[in-house]
């Protein structure tokens, strides 16, 4: 099974890693297994020239593995890069959360990093946004947090994780009787909301659910 | 699907490395993919301090990876070692044949690597073992090939190969009407090679087979 899988993007030096260095303690404390995925656009190299494994890939080795008592390490060479979600189905699928630094062009909602020191101006549209983390406030209508409150985004990921464990139901927007096409990520967040509000009204469960709001959004003008 | 698996073993200087240099691009030219695993018993650190991979595990990810155009990467930690069968399967589903160094304590048929140079005497067994590549000869019951001999190995490997993919029938072998319990690679090796002797013969296929050999073993005594 693929984990979910969130990306932080923001512009280089806005602080991503850094974040990610809190956070990940965090989740770890809240007993969450987390997975990284790096992007890395212009190639590394982890081996080094002359050690084993890198004469036997050097050789022609499609996959080369080590194996330890406290670690492994797999080094792949592929013809293309592997998307995102196919390298957390194929290689992370024993973690509960995927935390991904880069890929600012998936189409998985991303959480901002913004340092007003580094730019004040966000890479994504607001609604590629799953939430913000600067030291600046948008006009953006998902949740915003300081650069320093990793609590905050713990709490926002360790809720998303259980709303996908709840489990889905399908989940139709219409917009003046319009319907609005919803990636899967806002489907399962919109209905695991709705599932938990109606949790305590008798009668509800395992029902079509509809849910009219009228008169003016409550969220910020884009 | 897990591939075959073929551990490479014999003593450190014994020239496994030097070998599987050679022949990893010999099979990789006969249109194979090739994984290669390297045990380490001592522990490894491919990562470099300071790097962003680095810090993110040393912050508690469990999984990291990088993932270029080019290549990936991924380094997991494990409370205890992964057999050498539970990664090849987790992780090298998607090469044809799994080269292993080392795990001289696999129960796997291995190739033993034996220079006279480093050492005149086998680490392994004769019953575990699948082939001798060596500048000796020794009274084994497998095939063996002179240090050099890239090609030959490459035949036996290939032809183990093709009868992996073959399809497997269930073999039962009675020793002086005794069942000997066969290890599954063995059964293989025995039913394919079998099938190939019975491929020109009409009549045998589908059908039981009953081979027995009476008189004077043709192997070497133990």
Chains 1, 2 share one sequence.
Do not use: N
């Not at 020239?49 to 792949?76: C, E, H, N, W």
């Not at 806002?186 to 008169?215: F, N």
């Amino acid at each position: 099974m693929t984990p979910p899988i969130v990306p932080f993007v923001g512009k280089s030096g806005s602080g991503k890693t850094t974040l990610l260095e809190k956070l990940i303690p965090e989740l770890v404390t809240r007993g969450l297994r987390i997975g990284l995925v790096k992007h890395d656009v212009h190639g590394f190299e982890l081996d080094q020239p002359g050690k084993d494994t890198y004469r036997l890939r050097q050789a022609g080795a499609m996959r080369v593995a080590i194996s330890s008592p406290q670690q492994f390490a797999l080094i792949g060479q592929v013809e293309e890069e592997l998307a995102l979600e196919a390298l957390a189905q194929r290689y992370l699928g024993d973690v509960d959360l995927v935390l991904a630094e880069g890929y600012k062009r998936s189409q998985l909602p991303k959480i901002e990093v913004c340092r007003a020191a580094r730019s004040p101006e966000l890479l994504s549209s607001a609604d590629e946004l799953l939430a913000v983390v600067s030291d600046l406030r948008f006009e953006v209508p998902c949740p915003q947090f300081g650069l320093e409150d990793v609590d905050g985004v713990a709490d926002l990921l360790q809720g998303l994780l259980s709303i996908s464990k709840a489990g889905t139901l399908h989940t139709a927007l219409r917009v003046d009787g319009r319907e609005v096409p919803l990636k899967p990520f806002i489907q399962e967040m919109l209905s695991g909301t709705v599932q938990g509000l109606l949790a305590g009204l008798k009668g509800a469960q395992g029902k079509t659910i509809d849910v009219r709001i009228t008169g003016d959004p409550p969220i910020a003008d884009k």
